[in-house]
């Protein structure tokens, strides 16, 4: 079944530079959006005109004291907000941009312009803290469009799966007291940033509705597919979102320079196809994605193209390798634990 996919992406966005040396860096962007100006990309794809979020958008999800720090840094050649994360001249055009993508690729598919959206923005996202950047992050565009869809647009439950490498402290801070909406991530733990325990549940009315898997680094595809199919899914048809939004980093990719993970682009098209098809059964078929991680820069214009292919119905992946991936893989003791832990909360099978 074909599908009416959206592609957020704009020059701006190269225009964030974190300097010489940096893995968050533009070029991580540039040979997709090469591949995406081809001409049978234009046709397949819908490329929509968007926004930036302005300051009461961000505001949904950040302080305003810490929103002007970062607009403090516009037309400044170089600024460290933390160790890790920099900024130059137009970040800060190029971040209140990447939420406002995240944001009007929401309004699009529930307005019912798109079925599903891609939104390809840098600076990342899920490390952002209310009051603080992290992690490469400056503000956190899933959360910002989380938001925004639970109050603008009338929606009351929102699922959020993070497949990137790290754990999204940002965006688990954001929900962590509230069953609004249902964080599910998969990271390498321990690592950076440090968060991510089995034990982080939730709390108060959001008490079991962060879901950790912690991984220890070298789960493949197979291992991905176990983890979607035998508790995601069975969470997700209990929560039934009216929006998934996806924390889509790339660098669980085999040879990322940052991480041990050993998935490929089958695994990436495999995930995107699980959701994809939840999206359908619970919520209409309103599924966004927004870019996180990724560092390898081939690698990742491989995942997402595989990803996008998903999304717009092509179905790349070959039906043997997806009847084989859905098939129960050797056993993983990091999902037995997950589902222990979520059984206080969920029915899950076995």
Request: proline share 6%.
């Amino acid at each position: 079944m074909k599908r009416k996919t959206a592609v957020m992406h704009s020059e701006v966005f190269l225009a964030h530079d974190p300097g010489p040396g940096h893995v968050e860096t533009p070029r991580r962007l540039e040979g997709l959006y090469r591949e995406l100006a081809r001409d049978e990309h234009r046709r397949r794809f819908l490329f929509p005109d968007f926004s930036p979020a302005d300051e009461d958008t961000l505001a949904l999800n950040h302080d305003r004291k810490y929103i002007a720090r970062v607009a403090s840094t516009a037309g400044k050649p170089f600024e460290a907000l933390d160790p890790d994360t920099y900024t130059s001249a137009r970040s800060y055009e190029a971040a209140c941009l990447a939420a406002g993508a995240a944001v009007g690729a929401v309004d699009l598919v529930i307005d019912g312009g798109a079925d599903n959206a891609f939104a390809l923005v840098r600076p990342p996202g899920h490390h952002a803290e209310y009051s603080e950047a992290r992690g490469f992050c400056l503000f956190n565009n899933i959360a910002v469009a989380a938001r925004h869809a639970l109050k603008n647009r009338g929606l009351q439950r929102v699922l959020i799966v993070d497949w990137d490498l790290h754990h999204g402290n940002g965006t688990q801070h954001s929900f962590y007291d509230t069953d609004q909406v249902l964080f599910f991530s998969t990271h390498q733990y321990p690592y950076f940033p440090g968060s991510g325990a089995l034990a982080e549940t939730g709390r108060s009315p959001g008490e079991g509705c962060t879901i950790n898997v912690p991984l220890s680094g070298g789960q493949d595809d197979a291992a991905f597919a176990r983890i979607f199919n035998e508790l995601l899914v069975p969470v997700a048809r209990q929560y039934r979102p009216d929006l998934i939004l996806v924390s889509a980093g790339f660098d669980t990719y085999s040879g990322d320079p940052l991480g041990t993970m050993m998935v490929s682009e089958e695994g990436y098209a495999y995930m995107t196809g699980v959701l994809v098809e939840m999206a359908a059964e619970l919520c209409g078929g309103r599924l966004v994605m927004v870019l996180e991680g990724g560092y390898d820069l081939g690698i990742m214009e491989r995942g997402v193209m595989a990803c996008l292919g998903e999304l717009a119905g092509d179905r790349c992946l070959p039906e043997d390798t997806r009847s084989r991936l859905g098939q129960a893989a050797p056993p993983l003791r990091a999902l037995e634990h997950a589902r222990e832990t979520a059984k206080k909360y969920w029915t899950i099978p076995g």
